[in-house]
């Protein structure tokens, strides 16, 4: 049946949540979507989901302000760059808006490669505020009280919603890993399935870290889940304290909202790449540049722009952006590894 009073209209604010909850597809894989074209109307990660909605909000607000005549998604398009000028004016950093200018491409499919897409700001490392220096929130955080949630971020490098989550449950160790590996190594293929070709890989990922204890994360950034080895002095206290959880219960049940997470990953991230990167002089010359002839070393990361000129080692890399639950090496140079 229709509805009785046929002069009801959804405002902006409906119209939008409406959009971003109909492109919902949590669980669902992003690699093929991609690859039969469907990713563009969906969205797989719930913090993705929280993080457009949270700006999209912001939009419909500034248009609600500025252009009450807007009633509709379709009639306030036109003001989405005049909004995302307008937060550069405001003095947001380049991260939010590139942010935003993702959450507006969502809610209205525009993509980088439409000629009216909104150019933010580069993002420049020296530009990056989080996590460096002494800041407001410090303030109200005491690193005596929390020492040992500080130790353990330190030794497990897990991100904040991944150290909430975290359970009596989720502490592995590497005999359990193999004996995992070979139990679906010995599956029959018709049971190896898409999904258990991608834990078993998650799983054979760990032989490249020299520990014997992870934490499982079941469904970090994107959902994606990853073995996060257990590192430094502190291994002990961090394994004693998970196996002293109950099963089903979380291993903190306060995490303090002004605790450094970001910094502690970072200091996880470099005691990693210290402990496998080799001395840049010592990696060979394997390749030739077929350019100018000249052999270079393939397996050196030259950074850019404010660090142009810095030398790492890409296995090293690799192995840090396992740990971390990054995709992509550069991730690691440019917002983890630090004070080499």
């Not at 992003?30 to 457009?52: C, L, M, P």
């Not at 210290?274 to 397996?299: C, H, L, M, W, Y």
Request: proline share 3%; net charge positive; with cysteine.
């Amino acid at each position: 049946m229709g509805r009785k009073n046929k002069s009801y209209s959804k405002d902006l604010h409906q119209q939008a949540y409406d959009r971003l909850t109909g492109m919902q597809a949590f669980g669902e894989s992003k690699r093929e979507a991609v690859a039969n074209g469907t990713d563009r109307d969906k969205i797989f990660s719930v913090n993705t989901y929280k993080t457009y909605w949270k700006h999209t909000k912001y939009f419909i607000s500034y248009i609600k302000e500025h252009h009450p005549e807007c009633t509709t998604l379709k009639s306030a398009k036109k003001y989405v760059n005049e909004w995302l000028q307008h937060r550069v004016d405001q003095g947001l950093s380049a991260w939010t808006i590139q942010a935003e200018a993702k959450a507006m491409g969502k809610l209205y499919g525009i993509t980088p490669e439409d000629k009216d897409y909104f150019t933010p700001p580069k993002r420049n490392r020296q530009d990056i505020k989080r996590s460096r220096g002494v800041r407001v929130r410090d303030k109200h955080f005491s690193k005596t009280n929390n020492d040992e949630l500080i130790r353990f971020c330190r030794g497990t490098g897990l991100r904040r919603a991944e150290l909430e989550s975290l359970k009596g449950s989720d502490l592995v160790t590497r005999e359990q890993i193999e004996a995992e590996i070979s139990r679906i190594e010995s599956l029959p293929a018709s049971e190896r399935t898409p999904g258990v070709e991608r834990h078993l890989e998650v799983l054979q990922d760990t032989r490249m870290f020299d520990c014997e204890f992870f934490t499982h994360v079941r469904s970090g950034k994107g959902g994606r889940e990853r073995m996060s080895p257990i590192i430094g002095k502190d291994v002990g206290m961090i394994v004693e304290r998970i196996q002293n959880t109950p099963a089903d219960e979380k291993v903190w049940q306060f995490v303090h909202k002004s605790a450094d997470i970001h910094s502690y990953r970072g200091e996880y991230a470099t005691a990693i790449y210290r402990a496998n990167a080799r001395p840049i002089e010592e990696i060979p010359f394997d390749r030739v540049n077929r350019g100018t002839g000249k052999r270079f070393q393939s397996q050196v990361y030259v950074c850019r722009k404010d660090e142009a000129g810095r030398k790492l080692d890409k296995a090293a890399m690799l192995i840090c952006s396992k740990a971390l639950g990054h995709n992509r090496i550069s991730v690691v140079a440019d917002n983890y590894i630090r004070n080499l």
